[in-house]
């Protein structure tokens, strides 16, 4: 593939850096198993509340009128649904930190992401994260990876709070927190639209065909299969400034 050029590149998390397998078949699992005990065990807690506030909207009630256990049985209906709710983030990622940090869970990344991002750190590009899972959740993800710690090589993580993926206006959110036009952040991605929002947005984009992901017959975005393939060039000041 052509090797863009970007001041940022800015990476989605899973089947992108992350085999999609340790997200559905590991950290889902681990956190339906827990977050009863979870729920019980912090009533009044910042995270609780906040879901307990979200189901309620939901079915147009107060959250008073949510007890325990209607709020636990409608979070593990958000979980088998895959629901991209920020508030089920935030408390999934609550879970996890447990599992990390007593040293029984190890996130994967795929091997070709480290040396890539340590080399395009190198070029100057700043890297960042925009995913569907909490900050707290994406930070503890790439803190506990069986590469090591690869946390300190992002300057920033995004999640929903800055908007669904699926929209461009997100995209415009994530590159004006980073200090850049749109047209020099990179987003990678391994669905489609997500890129389709990033591009509406003014973002390259290059879709990522890890296995499983399936190609487009009339791909609208570049495509790798690793970040390997992906000769990134740096977008200096100069290149910036002149006129196209």
């Known amino acids: ?19 999609v397998r340790f997200v559905h078949d590991t950290l889902f ?4 198993r827990e977050l009863p005990a ?3 065990a912090h009533p009044g807690s910042p995270e609780v509340e906040a879901a307990r506030s979200a189901v309620a909207r939901e079915r147009g009630l107060g ?3 949510v007890g325990q256990d209607e709020l636990t049985a409608a979070l593990l209906a958000w979980i088998d649904a895959d629901r991209k709710e920020t508030a089920l983030k935030a408390l999934q990622g609550k879970i996890w930190r447990s ?9 994967h990344v795929y091997p070709d992401v480290e040396p890539a991002l340590r080399r395009w750190r190198d070029l100057g590009v700043t890297l960042a994260v925009f995913s569907s899972g909490s900050v707290e959740a994406q930070r503890l993800l790439f803190r506990h990876t069986t590469s090591g710690d690869l946390s300190g090589l992002f300057a920033a993580f995004f999640d929903t709070t800055t908007g669904p993926k699926r929209e461009p206006a997100a995209y415009q959110r994530i590159a004006a927190a980073l200090g850049l036009p749109p047209g020099d952040v990179l987003f990678l991605s391994d669905i489609v639209a997500e890129l389709d929002a990033a591009a509406a947005a003014g973002m390259r984009t290059v879709q990522l065909l890890r296995p499983g992901t399936a190609r487009d017959a009339e791909p609208r975005h570049a495509v790798a299969e690793r970040f390997d393939e992906i000769a990134l060039q ?7 400034e002149r006129p196209a």
């Not at 599992?99 to 996130?107: F, K, N, P, T, V």
């Open 63 to 65: 959250a008073e009128a």
């Open 1 to 19: 593939m052509a090797a863009p050029s970007a001041r940022a590149v800015v990476v989605d998390v899973e089947g992108t850096t992350t085999d």
């Open 38 to 40: 979870y729920v019980a």
């Open 99 to 107: 599992a990390y940090e007593s040293g029984g869970l190890r996130s």
């Open 29 to 32: 699992p681990l956190a339906r």
């Open 234 to 240: 740096a977008l200096s000041d100069e290149r910036r």
